[in-house]
Every structure is written in C-alpha cells, then in structure tokens.
T-cell receptor
Framework: DSGVTQTPKHLITATGQRVTLRCSPRSGDLSVYWYQQSLDQGLQFLIQYYNGEERAKGNILERFSAQQFPDLHSELNLSSLELGDSALYFC????????????FGPGTRLTVL | GENVEQHPSTLSVQEGDSAVIKCTYSDSASNYFPWYKQELGKGPQLIIDIRSNVGEKKDQRIAVTLNKTAKHFSLHITETQPEDSAVYFCAASWNSGYALNFGKGTSLLVTP
C-alpha cells in the first residue's frame, strides 16, 4: 500500500458526460501528479500540482482540468467524454522538491460507453 | 520531449534464471531513472531508482545499471521467482520531482 488513495475505483459513464476523479496524497506529500494509462499510449503524464499550484502540464486535453485543494487532495475533471477517454487514471504523490520519489495510487478505471 | 524506448515487450524466464530489461532515452538532460512494477489491477510500484551520478545500484535481487554516455539503463533481476511476474516500466525524468516519461512496459512471466 503506497498511502495514496483514489476514488472511485471504477467509473462507467456515457459519451458527452463529465466525471470527477479524486486523489488523496500520502501524508506530508505536497506534489500530486496525474497519469493516464491506455493500451495504445501507455503511461502518460497529464498534469502536476505542487502545494496548490499547477507546476507542469503534459499531454492533457483541453476538456480535462485539475486542481489541488488546501488540504492537498486533488481532483481531475474530465468533460465531454469520448470513447477514447476510457483508460486507467493514476494519481501519484511525492514530498516535492528535486529528490522525491513518486508513489502511485491504485488508479481509477474509467469506461466511457 | 523525452522519448523512452523499452525492450523486450515480453519476457519469459524459468524460476531461478535472471531477467534483464533494457531502456534507452533521448534527452541528455534526464538524470533520474526509476523502475516500476505493476501487478494486475494495481498501480505502479517503485522498486528501484538510480540517479545520473552513479552507474549501478543494487537492492537484494534487483539491480539497475546506467550508461549516461550511451543513454541507456537496464534492470537486472536475479534468481527470479513466480511472484516477480508482472509488467515492469522504466522511466526517465529531468528530476525525480518532475513528470516521468515512461517506456511501454515489459511483461515478465516467471514459470515454475
């Protein structure tokens, strides 16, 4: 158990809908990262937050957004969902700073029908 | 951006044998190279990492080597056990506190 929690574990929704994925980092970790894992694209970095502020952006679609709250939990919002958005979404956390390992949560499996 | 290539995509070994997975990266600025193990239905688990100021690191049956000149790094698992069966991912980053660029993964099967 990495100490990173994600909810829900599974999510099934329809095209065009909007969903919110939630992540709670390990106690004391200031950085949260979101990754998408799909069969064709592999594990891809989406976005990183550090202590409430956006720090880096990767291959994140404009339909997707995220935020990190004062209690350091993070939410990833996915809107106007398409079939191709079906994937595993992982959150990782780290203490922050230059020498901090990233620890992954168990993931949320999103299925768009 | 950084491009990480990983080989082989699948690897089958007998219990007790060694397994080697190789990765290459493109960005010479990368200086942090972790390896993750992902079991079915779980998130990636960090098993070992190496930074660019060292050439090799070992943790019991697992070792990682890094050749910065050639831009490649490898994972070595000795005395493999069935519970080592999983998908292994290499990654590279400018720094451990930043986004990881992952390889496509290697599915390792250890048969008794």
């Amino acid at each position: 158990d990495s100490g990173v929690t994600q909810t829900p574990k599974h999510l099934i929704t329809a095209t065009g809908q909007r969903v919110t994925l939630r992540c709670s980092p390990r106690s004391g970790d200031l950085s949260v990262y979101w990754y998408q894992q799909s069969l064709d694209q592999g594990l891809q970095f989406l976005i990183q937050y550090y202590n409430g502020e956006e720090r880096a952006k990767g291959n994140i679609l404009e339909r997707f957004s995220a935020q990190q709250f004062p209690d350091l939990h993070s939410e990833l919002n996915l809107s106007s969902l398409e079939l191709g958005d079906s994937a595993l979404y992982f959150c990782a956390s780290s203490v922050g700073g230059g020498l901090a390992e990233q620890f992954f949560g168990p993931g949320t499996r999103l299925t768009v029908l | 951006g950084e491009n990480v290539e990983q080989h082989p995509s699948t690897l089958s070994v007998q219990e007790g044998d060694s397994a080697v997975i190789k990765c290459t990266y493109s960005d010479s600025a990368s200086n942090y190279f972790p390896w993750y193990k992902q079991e079915l239905g779980k998130g990636p688990q960090l098993i070992i990492d190496i930074r660019s100021n060292v050439g090799e690191k070992k943790d019991q049956r697992i070792a990682v080597t890094l050749n910065k000149t050639a831009k490649h790094f490898s994972l070595h698992i000795t005395e493999t056990q069935p519970e080592d069966s999983a998908v292994y991912f290499c990654a590279a980053s400018w720094n451990s506190g930043y986004a990881l660029n992952f390889g496509k993964g290697t599915s390792l099967l250890v048969t008794p």
